[in-house]
T-cell receptor, first 112, second 113 residues
Framework: AQSVTQPDIHITVSEGASLELRCNYS??????LFWYVQSPGQGLQLLLK??????LVQGIKGFEAEFKRSQSSFNLRKPSVHWSDAAEYFC??????????FGAGTTVTVRA | NAGVTQTPKFQVLKTGQSMTLQCAQD?????MYWYRQDPGMGLRLIYY???????DKGEVPNGYNVSRLNKREFSLRLESAAPSQTSVYFC????????????FGNGTRLTVT
């Protein structure tokens, strides 16, 4: 069965600074990987996904993520954060079944 | 295009009461899911339906039942609510296995007293 670990529970970053959120997955074969964002009181919105091919994937809102098979990681980055990026971020993995497993999430606080 | 619609948005139950959470999607997706979200635990899968007519248990199915009424609708029932079921519940759907993302509803906040 697949699983996801997000090591950072909470990150605080200054507006305009860069952001990196860590994600490590466990799965025996090539995984399907996703990053979602959740604003307070809202559902989850897909930021980006990785299935195969180029290991650097671009998403919405200026986010990108890099798949590193050797490290079993799929870290999310943004070069310059905006106050509106304050939210909770979830990494998720899907294997060759119908289930999608989520990490515990990382809360991002943006300070002015 | 409404996407995934959940009702109700909020609900308060007393211990032992029953209720059904409703979910409908208008994207013609085959698979539908119910997750619960609790602080520090991310989203945990309760039940899913790979296609119309099938349902399967996820990680935390105890105390819940589901019905895939048709391709559009997937309901979650709590027969005898317990305080441990206080949570935010999300319904989601996806078009295909593996490479298609989940599309989420806006959630139902349930409190059991």
């Amino acid at each position: 069965a697949q699983s996801v670990t997000q090591p950072d529970i909470h990150i605080t970053v200054s507006e305009g600074a860069s952001l990196e959120l860590r994600c490590n997955y466990s799965y025996g074969a090539t995984p399907y990987l996703f990053w979602y964002v959740q604003s307070p009181g809202q559902g989850l919105q897909l930021l980006l996904k990785y299935f195969s091919g180029d290991t650097l994937v671009q998403g919405i809102k200026g986010f990108e993520a890099e798949f590193k098979r050797s490290q079993s990681s799929f870290n999310l980055r943004k070069p310059s954060v905006h106050w509106s990026d304050a939210a909770e971020y979830f990494c998720a993995v899907s294997g060759n079944d119908y289930k999608l497993s989520f990490g515990a999430g990382t809360t991002v606080t943006v300070r002015a | 295009n409404a996407g995934v619609t959940q009702t109700p948005k909020f609900q308060v139950l007393k211990t032992g009461q029953s209720m059904t959470l409703q979910c409908a999607q208008d994207m013609n997706h085959n698979s539908m899911y119910w997750y619960r979200q609790d602080p520090g635990m991310g989203l945990r899968l309760i039940y899913y339906s790979a296609s119309e007519g099938t349902t399967d248990k996820g990680e935390v199915p105890n105390g819940y039942n589901v019905s895939r009424l048709n391709k559009r609708e997937f309901s979650l029932r709590l027969e005898s609510a317990a305080p441990s079921q206080t949570s935010v519940y999300f319904c989601a759907s996806r078009a295909r296995v593996n490479d298609s993302p989940l599309h989420f509803g806006n959630g139902t906040r349930l409190t059991v007293t």
